[in-house]
């Protein structure tokens, strides 16, 4: 098991678990809330075969890193990415980030730069700005996410059921293409994460990367479902599309935010696709 320490709480070190593997282009698979880099099952034997390094790793307070009581702000996320791509020594890589993770590929590149990076992909992500305001109304209303810390609050375990249902549309998907050991395992993986981590993050979704997506110069793809139940397309991945100038929109029909298990095969074909296209 590989660990990078990206901080110190106390007397106990922050370490992100990560796995490196293959050789080639570097590709950095950045999970989604509430689960772990295990959610890139389906992506990382098909980025293996086509000829990539993959490097994945997981969110402190999330899977087998650290879980600190601090440092869900986006800007420390994106910091902890940053320690990562300097310690491996990444270069000409690209950055995927899925729900959550896409904030960390937005708040990476709008700090950092794309001296490191040669291409992104916002998966079913997070960006620009979820939050309605009376300048933001193409956002979504306070109250969702106050239900939402309030549903942790109450009772986590039970919260993450019904959440991974939405995250996989399962009322209709069912069985078909998301089996009941699918949905164990991510709520197994959801329930061992950090509570007040898992918490915390909810609060970090609001942030606005409208500025960092403005300035992304790099070749960059949205991919999202049309039938996304967490994080609507016409909220987050349209819009990402139109701040970012010349990107790529790639919109999986009928499929739920969880897109890379319930259609992977079209995720696969289209993120494929975009890592060997010319520069």
């Given amino acids: 098991m590989s660990f990078i320490t990206v901080g110190k709480e106390n007397s106990c070190s ?80 690209v950055l995927v980030g899925f ?8 708040r990476y590149l709008g700090r950092y730069g794309a001296e490191r990076v040669q291409k992104a992909v916002f998966m079913g992500a997070v960006p620009p700005f979820l939050l309605k305001t009376p300048e933001n109304p193409a956002g979504l209303d306070g109250s969702i996410f106050e239900g939402i810390r309030q549903g942790i609050g109450r009772d986590r375990l039970s919260f993450l059921t019904s959440f991974l249902g939405n995250f996989y549309n399962v009322h209709a998907l069912g069985r078909r293409q998301v089996s009941e050991e699918v949905l164990r395992l991510g709520w197994n993986i959801a329930a061992g994460a950090s509570p007040i981590g898992t918490l915390a993050c909810v609060t970090s979704w609001l942030t606005d990367f409208r500025d960092d997506l403005l300035s992304i110069k790099i070749p960059t793809l949205v991919i999202h479902g049309d039938d996304d139940r967490i994080l609507p397309f016409a909220a987050t991945g349209s819009r990402t599309h139109e701040a970012v100038a010349g990107s790529r929109l790639v919109v999986v029909a009928g499929a739920p935010h969880g897109l890379n298990w319930t259609h992977a095969e079209e995720v696969n074909d289209g993120l494929i696709d975009f890592l060997q296209e010319a520069l």
């Fill in 99 to 106: 729900s959550m993770g896409g904030g960390e590929v937005a």
């Fill in 14 to 93: 922050i370490d992100l678990y990560y796995e490196d593997m293959g050789q080639g282009q570097p590709v950095v698979l950045i999970h989604g809330w509430p689960l772990s880099s295990r959610s890139w099952e389906k992506q990382v034997p098909a980025l293996l075969k086509a000829g990539y390094r993959v490097v994945t790793y997981d969110r402190r307070g999330f899977g087998g890193s650290g879980r600190p009581s601090t440092g869900y702000d986006y800007d420390t996320l994106a910091a902890d990415l940053n320690v990562l791509m300097n310690a491996l020594d990444l270069r000409d890589a």
